[in-house]
């Protein structure tokens, strides 16, 4: 008999729409809290990216350690981080920046020739080399050699991404 009222009971319940089985509010809102959980402004981010440039990888983060940043303290390049604002964890998304949103567009300006001297004496500069340089505020620059004369070395400062469009493959990993 306990059975057959525990039955009806249920029955009811199913009847009038009522959950007979609920979940404890607690673990309710942690389960809400975990789907509210997005890029946006101040999350930590893991991400593992693949960058395409004319159609040829140039970076992948996959099979090494992945990407992490602070979204919003620009520490990836605005365009980036504008794409996947509002993605959560286990979201893929394939999307292009133009120069304007990557690395900006090449600036002709930024060729320059400086004198051999000022090149390191262990460094051998040749056409196409790309050498460490830093900016005032102590960052890494990387520039590239364009062209050795006698006294001379010619040097794009120009980020050797700029005036390129970039694919992007990106999947979050993680937001907290």
């Known amino acids: 008999m306990t059975r057959n ?14 959950s007979v089985f609920s979940i404890p509010s607690e673990g309710a809102e942690k389960i809400k ?9 101040g999350k930590f981010v893991k991400v593992n ?7 040829k990888i140039l970076e992948a983060s996959t099979g ?11 520490q990836v390049i605005p365009g980036f981080e504008k794409a ?9 998304k394939s999307f292009k920046l133009s120069p304007e949103q990557g ?16 090149i390191p004496p262990d460094v051998k500069p040749k056409a196409g080399m790309v050498l460490d340089n830093r ?9 590239t050699v364009v062209a050795v004369k006698k006294d001379v070395v010619v040097i794009d400062y120009n ?15 993680e937001v907290k």
């Open 5 to 18: 009222i525990m039955l009806s009971v249920i029955l009811a319940c199913i009847l009038a729409g009522l």
């Open 33 to 41: 809290k975990e789907e509210a959980v997005v890029v946006s402004q």
């Open 49 to 55: 990216y693949t960058l395409k440039v004319d159609g």
């Open 64 to 74: 090494r350690r992945p990407l992490q940043f602070k979204a919003g303290s620009h």
């Open 84 to 92: 996947i604002i509002g993605m959560k964890a286990g979201q893929k």
């Open 103 to 118: 690395y900006g567009p090449r600036d002709p300006k930024a060729v320059k020739s400086i004198p051999k001297t000022q």
């Open 135 to 143: 900016d005032k505020n102590g960052r890494r620059v990387p520039v």
């Open 159 to 173: 980020h050797p991404l700029a005036g390129k469009t970039l694919n992007y493959e990106v999947e979050v990993l």
